[in-house]
């Protein structure tokens, strides 16, 4: 994927519902303006990269592009687990991410518990690879470092009016 490393930006906003209360994996949710918007050769599947949350620290991440398979979603999303316990929601808040590597295409389960399994094996995954050197780097990076909003930070490439950066930044 030519595309990697992927820098986005976008709102939070209500997925299903179904990261925190049936999976216990809660998920931050980008806006179709963001999904509509990715590269050609992002394929769906299981990502891992790094997140920050308005102007806060900076963690670990998986995130999901795709149907969801399990769920036979009929609406392509990017689902972002961020590698970190917050106290509280944060939707409407800017997401910034960063999409450094691809763990695995997406796939369909024959369990809710198989499911968890896998995005539990994705998460140590995650954490791992992105220990490596050349990932540790874009931590640095001063997308990162930019304010949040679209208004300050010129992007190549701008989806809709939701505050959303893109490769370029």
Not at 5 to 24: A, D, N, Q, T
Not at 97 to 108: A, D, Q
Request: charged residues 20%; proline residues 5%; negative net charge.
């Amino acid at each position: 994927m030519k595309s990697l490393p992927y820098f986005c930006r976008g709102e939070v906003i209500r997925g299903f519902g179904r990261g925190s209360k049936e999976l216990g994996i809660p998920t931050a949710n980008f806006p179709d303006s963001v999904v509509d918007n990715l590269p050609s050769d992002i394929s769906t599947g299981i990502y891992y990269g790094w997140a920050c949350v308005g102007n806060g620290d900076l963690y670990k991440m998986v995130m999901s592009i795709g149907w969801n398979p399990y769920y036979k979603n009929i609406k392509k999303s990017m689902e972002t687990h961020v590698i970190h316990k917050f106290k509280e929601d944060f939707y409407g808040e800017i997401l910034s991410v960063v999409m450094v590597g691809y763990i695995r295409p997406e796939r369909s389960y024959d369990s809710l518990e198989a499911l968890i399994a896998a995005i539990n094996s994705d998460i140590e995954e995650a954490k791992m690879k992105l220990e490596l050197p050349e990932h540790r780097k874009l931590k640095e990076d001063n997308f990162f470092t930019s304010t949040s909003s679209s208004t300050s930070v010129t992007p190549s490439t701008t989806a809709s009016t939701s505050q959303t950066i893109q490769n370029g930044h």
